[in-house]
Each structure stands twice: as C-alpha cells, then as structure tokens.
C-alpha cells in the first residue's frame, strides 16, 4: 500500500511539475531567461525538507529523492537523516553507511550531485552530559564517513543543548573542533546552521566559528531561522518566537563562513514573492560575500502533500533576486 501510495503521488509531483511552472512564469520572467542572467558560478540543490510532509504522512519513499529533484530542475541534492527510519536491528554505523550506499546508487543512476547532508538524530553536540555529547561527537563522525562514501563536500549540524550563552560558547568550541578535527581527515566542511535557540544568534554563532578557527569549520546561513528564544523556554514552533535576531543582520554576519545557503520559503504573494522575506535584500547580501556554489532550496510547506509549486517559487524568486542584484 505504502509503495502505490508513494507511486501515485510523485507521479502526481511529476504531472503538477508542469502547472506549477506555468503558474511561475507568471510571476516571473521565463525561468531559462531569468538563469541566464545569472552567474553560472550559482546553482541549485533541493533541500530533502522540501518533501518532509508526504514523506512523513507515508505517501512518498525518501528514497525517491534524487529523482524528484531531478525533475524538478536541480542538480544537487541535499539529504536529511531524521526522513529516514533507523534499522535498529542493526549497529547505527551499519544503518548510516547502508542508507550512504543507497543514496550514492540513486544518485549516481540519476547523474545529480551530493551536496548536503542535515543531521538532526546524531545526539546533541552541546549536550550538558560530556558523556553524551562526547557519544554525539562519535555519532556525527559516523555521518562524516557517508558525506565521504557519497561524495557530498558537507554535513550540517546542530549547536543543541546548553542554554546557557557562556557555556554553550565553551562545549560548542570544544564539540566543533573535535568534530572539524576528524573532518578534516576526510575533506569534508562541517556547517553549522542556525536553527534553533542560540545558533540562531549570529554574534554568538560566529564567535563560536571563529574561536574553532578551522577552514573545514563554516555556518549553513538559513534565511528564516532566527528566533533565539520562544514562549516557555521550547525549542520549536508553535510556540511563539519572544526573541529574535534582526534576519537580514543575521544573514550578514553568517556569509563570510558560509559553506552554502538555505534558501528558506513559506508564503508568496501574487506576484511570487516571499511574504515575511524580502529575498531581494537576502540575495544582495548573498552576492556581496562573493558566494559561489550551491544555493539550497528549502520550501517548508506545513499543509500540502504536493510542495512542488513552492519548491519552484521559491527557484524562480532567488534567480529573479540574485539577476536583480547590483
């Protein structure tokens, strides 16, 4: 049932894919014209978050993944470890590195490239428990060898657990580098996202990115992540945000470390533009840190089964931004 069921909706992501365009074009110029304006050094990975909520409703195979963004228009792919159900018949590195195996056959049958890898059940790195986090450390170290089995250049990571500025500063500098340290070892870039609590400060982000001091140790930048505290002392929505980072500040003071870019979206108006973003303001800032890659593309849709019309908004919005930029 759960095979048809997957079957029946990325069949309907595919056919959808081509009203979704047209309905893009409207807002925008034709997207091919939009690209070639654009600097070649720019392209586009679709963040596996985009298609968390059919795979979480069980109407859609995580690992279908490489496919659907292939149809989408991208060339990169960027995984997410929490979509996957961990085999817990097996030692945890075995499930890692068999799911790795997996991902590079998708991959490499579809020709899409590896760029990303979010790691969100490794343990929490700035745990309060040193035998815990230290356990974290090893956890993420396992994710490191998968970046390097599939060939993705990065993992993203989480600063969780201490709420306490000083201290988290201190185990997060600790964590980082030990992690960074074996990284190294296997040329991959440890990014640090800010995501939640106070990763989502970016004063006290890159202080922590500068005290490590190592090259393969950078920051993901996410344009909506910057509620620093929220109503109760909760980590996540729907509680309310009571302390938050001015964004466009945030975004700023990120790039100069940043590995990539999480091109966040929610909302858009008639027009195609983000309605609590001005990605106009975003992309500037992107562009005057002279970053050259990968721009990951995350819509999180918290209501559709189908993300694909917001999946190619928010494409069609950063290429129309950054061919506006000075």
């Not at 991208?74 to 030692?91: A, H, K, M």
């Amino acid at each position: 049932m759960y095979k048809i069921a997957s079957l029946l909706l990325f069949c309907g992501l595919l056919f959808s894919c081509k009203n979704a365009s047209e309905k893009v074009e409207k807002t925008s110029k034709n997207e091919t014209e939009i690209e070639t304006g654009t600097k070649p050094s720019y392209k586009f990975s679709l963040a596996q978050w985009s298609i968390h909520l059919p795979i979480s409703r069980g109407t859609m195979d995580p690992m279908d993944f490489a496919e659907i963004a292939k149809k989408l228009g991208f060339t990169g792919l960027e995984y997410v470890d929490q979509l996957y159900e961990i085999d817990e018949t097996i030692p945890y590195r075995e499930w890692v590195m068999n799911l790795a195996k997996a991902w590079k056959e998708k991959s490499d049958a579809t020709g899409m490239e590896n760029v990303l890898i979010m790691i969100d059940r490794a343990g929490e790195l700035v745990d309060a428990s040193v035998s815990k986090r230290k356990e974290a450390v090893e956890m993420h170290k396992i994710w490191v060898d998968a970046a390097e089995y599939i060939g993705a250049p990065s993992l993203r990571v989480n600063l969780f657990g201490i709420t306490e500025p000083v201290e988290w500063h201190k185990v997060s500098v600790i964590s980082l580098k030990n992690l960074s340290e074996y990284a190294a070892t296997k040329n991959i870039k440890i990014l640090v996202e800010n995501h939640a609590e106070l990763s989502c400060d970016a004063g006290k982000l890159v202080a922590v990115i500068k005290e490590v001091n190592m090259p393969n140790c950078g920051t993901l930048p996410d344009f909506a992540n910057f509620c620093v505290k929220r109503e109760g002392g909760s980590r996540w929505g729907p509680a309310p945000c009571v302390e938050e980072y001015d964004p466009y500040k945030g975004i700023a003071e990120l790039m100069p470390y940043a590995g990539g870019v999480s091109a966040k979206s929610h909302l858009f108006d008639e027009n195609g533009d983000e309605t609590e973003i001005d990605y106009y303001r975003m992309m500037q800032i992107v562009k005057d840190a002279n970053f050259s890659g990968y721009i990951g593309i995350e819509h999180e849709d918290k209501v559709s089964d189908d993300p694909t019309e917001g999946i190619l908004l928010t494409k069609a919005l950063v290429i129309k931004a950054l061919d506006q930029a000075k």
